[in-house]
DNA sequence: ACAACCTACAACCATCAGGTTGCATGTTGT
DNA sequence: ACAACATGCAACCTGATGGTTGTAGGTTGT
């Protein structure tokens, strides 16, 4: 694992560990949200709700495009699944554990 | 989602947000360590390494039994495929985006 | 018995995270 | 032109987080 690529994984599950920015994350992967739209759905301030969806952008797990004075935000599924493969990733090691004991085993005549 | 549920996801999101809690959920889903085998690890205090332990125990992630004077951990598969569930079900929203009518319901209070 | 070891927890400190308000800037509809 | 709206960012406050040291109690080997 790089510095760089655990950084990412830091941002990624870090931006997952709160609980109104799943809820955003939930709202704009079913489709674009403008982040005032996104605001009046939660009893925060505009400010804070900016904040929760520029945490996510910066983890990838949200875009952002422009359309006239509105930002229209997206969720990218792709950074969902990079997170499912650090996950995978653990299991691996898991699984490891259990080939090992198998070696184990194996060994014993 | 329940709130106990998002409580849970909270813990276990948060627990895997840390470089450190990653590492040690890695030995320790290769295999049973000490806390102070843990601890020799890492270039921090042994209450540290105690205190990352301990979050991943609360979050589920890790498990720990009393042999004599020591403390073995071992990971928790199942906690990580709660996690990969979690992952599932924000997919599922993406995947349902197309037809999804709630939300044009939901967006006009 | 006792020294060494392992664990747990408390107190403390610096930094970060999540919330607020206020302000500056750009866009839209009348 | 201009009022209303949407966004982004800075400053600020408070509580949580990640680290430290110190202390206390249970276990082990000699």
Same mark, same amino acid.
């Given at each position: 694992?790089?510095? $760089?690529?655990? *950084?990412?994984?830091?941002? &990624?599950?870090? !931006?997952?560990?709160?609980?109104? %920015? /799943?809820?955003?994350?939930?709202?704009?992967?079913?489709?674009?949200?403008?982040?005032?739209?996104?605001?009046?759905?939660?009893?925060?301030?505009?400010? $804070?709700?900016? *904040?929760?969806?520029?945490? &996510?952008?910066? !983890?990838?797990?949200?875009?952002? %495009? /422009?359309?006239?004075?509105?930002?229209?935000?997206?969720?990218?599924?792709?950074?969902?699944?990079?997170?499912?493969?650090?996950?995978?990733?653990?299991? $691996?090691?898991?699984?490891?554990?259990?080939?090992?004991?198998?070696?184990?085993?194996?060994?014993?005549?």
């Amino acid at each position: 694992m790089t510095d $760089a690529e655990e *950084k990412r994984a830091d941002a &990624l599950f870090h !931006a997952l560990a709160d609980r109104t %920015r /799943r809820d955003i994350l939930r709202r704009v992967l079913a489709g674009e949200h403008s982040v005032s739209a996104l605001a009046r759905s939660y009893d925060m301030s505009f400010a $804070a709700v900016q *904040k929760h969806v520029a945490v &996510l952008e910066r !983890a990838g797990l949200v875009s952002k %495009r /422009r359309s006239g004075r509105e930002a229209l935000a997206s969720g990218e599924v792709e950074a969902i699944r990079s997170v499912a493969s650090l996950l995978d990733e653990l299991e $691996a090691v898991w699984r490891g554990r259990i080939s090992r004991i198998d070696d184990l085993l194996a060994d014993r005549p």
